[in-house]
C-alpha cells in the first residue's frame, strides 16, 4: 500500500529539474562561479588579505601594468612555453603510433596494457615526488646510474655529461627533468584517448584499402592520421591548456620555490608566490587573467590550425 505524501512535500513535475538541478547550481556558484568573479574583481584591487577586507582598495588597471613591466612574469612565462612544447610535443608523437599499436596488436590483454600507461595520470603527487626525487638524485639516482653506464658506448660516450648530472640544482638540467615527469604522467592520458579514437574507424576501411594494396604504413598515413583528426586537435587542446597552466610537477621539484634561477618557476606557480609568499592577491589575479587570455588565444589559434579548409 502506498502512503501519500502531504501536499507540502509533493513536488510539481513543473519544477522538479530545477530542484535536482539546485546542488550543482549552488555548488558551481559557489565554489566555481563566485571565486572567478572575485578574482577578476581583486585584480582591479590592492588587497593584503592579513589586514582583511576593509584594507581593499581600488587601483584600476595599476596591477596589470606591474604584471606586464615585471620581468619575472615574463620569464615564467617563458619557462612555461619551453615545458609545454619539450613536453607536450612529444606526448602526441609517442602516443598515437604507440595507441596504433596497441589497437592492432593486443586483443585479449588490451586493457591490462592500457591500464598500465593509464597509471601515472591518476598517480598522487606525494608518490610522484618521492619516485622523481630518487630517480633525479645526484648521487643515488637510477637516471645518473644508467647515464654512467652509457659513456661506456663508443659513440653515445662522447655526447653525453662526463660527470653525474645535478638535475635539480642545475638550472640547465631541471628544465629537462620537469618535462620528463610532465611527459611520464600523461603520455598514458592520450593514449587512451587516441585508441579511443582508433576504435571508431570502421575496419571496411582497412580491408578496401587492403584489397587495393596499400600497406600499413600507407593505411596509417592516409586512413588513420585523418580520422584522428578530431581526437588530435582534442588532445592538443588539453596539452595547451594543461602546460600553460603547468604547476604540480615543477611545484613538487622545486620545493615550491622555482628552482636554481628560478629555472623552473612556470606562471601558475609565480602566481602561487604572488599570492601566498608576497601577500600581493591583486598583482596574482591580474596575471592570472592575463594567462588566462593567452590561453584562449592560443587555444583559438589550434582550432583554426585543425579547421579543415571546407569549414
Known amino acids: 500500500m502506498r502512503l501519500a505524501l502531504p501536499s507540502w512535500m509533493r513536488l510539481s513535475p513543473r519544477y522538479a529539474p530545477y530542484a535536482l538541478l539546485a546542488p550543482f547550481l549552488l555548488l558551481f556558484v559557489v565554489f566555481g562561479l563566485f571565486p572567478l568573479l572575485f578574482s577578476l574583481y581583486l585584480s582591479f584591487h590592492s ?91 645526484t648521487d643515488y639516482g637510477l637516471i645518473n646510474l644508467a647515464l654512467s653506464h652509457l659513456r661506456d658506448w663508443p659513440l653515445l660516450g662522447s655526447l653525453l655529461p662526463p660527470g653525474a648530472v645535478d638535475w635539480l640544482n642545475d638550472p640547465d638540467s631541471l628544465k629537462p627533468a620537469i618535462a620528463t615527469l610532465v611527459f611520464w604522467r600523461y603520455v598514458g592520458f592520450n593514449v587512451v584517448l587516441y585508441l579511443a579514437a582508433l576504435q571508431t574507424i570502421p575496419p571496411d576501411l582497412y580491408e578496401a584499402a587492403t584489397m587495393d594494396g596499400a600497406g600499413r604504413f600507407q593505411q596509417f598515413f592516409h586512413i588513420t592520421l585523418p580520422s584522428l583528426r578530431p581526437m588530435i586537435f582534442f588532445g592538443v587542446t588539453l596539452s595547451i591548456i594543461g602546460g600553460l597552466q603547468l604547476f604540480e610537477e615543477p611545484f613538487i621539484l622545486t620545493g615550491g620555490k622555482g628552482g636554481s634561477d628560478q629555472a623552473g618557476m612556470t606562471a601558475a606557480v609565480y602566481l602561487y608566490r604572488n599570492a601566498f609568499d608576497f601577500n600581493d592577491f591583486g598583482a596574482a589575479s591580474a596575471m592570472s587573467w592575463l594567462l588566462f587570455l593567452i590561453v584562449a588565444g592560443l587555444t583559438w589559434l589550434t582550432h583554426r590550425a585543425f579547421r579543415r579548409k571546407d569549414d
Open 47 to 137: 588587497w593584503e588579505p592579513t589586514s582583511g577586507l576593509a584594507a581593499m582598495h581600488w587601483v584600476g588597471l595599476d596591477n596589470f601594468r606591474f604584471a606586464l613591466a615585471d620581468e619575472w612574469f615574463w620569464k615564467s612565462l617563458r619557462t612555461t612555453g619551453w615545458l609545454a612544447l619539450a613536453s607536450g610535443l612529444p606526448q602526441h608523437l609517442v602516443a598515437i603510433p604507440l595507441a596504433t599499436f596497441i589497437h592492432l596488436a593486443f586483443r585479449r590483454w588490451r586493457n591490462v596494457v592500457i591500464g598500465a600507461y593509464f597509471l601515472p595520470y591518476i598517480t598522487s603527487s606525494v608518490a610522484i615526488a618521492i619516485l622523481f626525487s630518487s630517480l633525479f638524485s
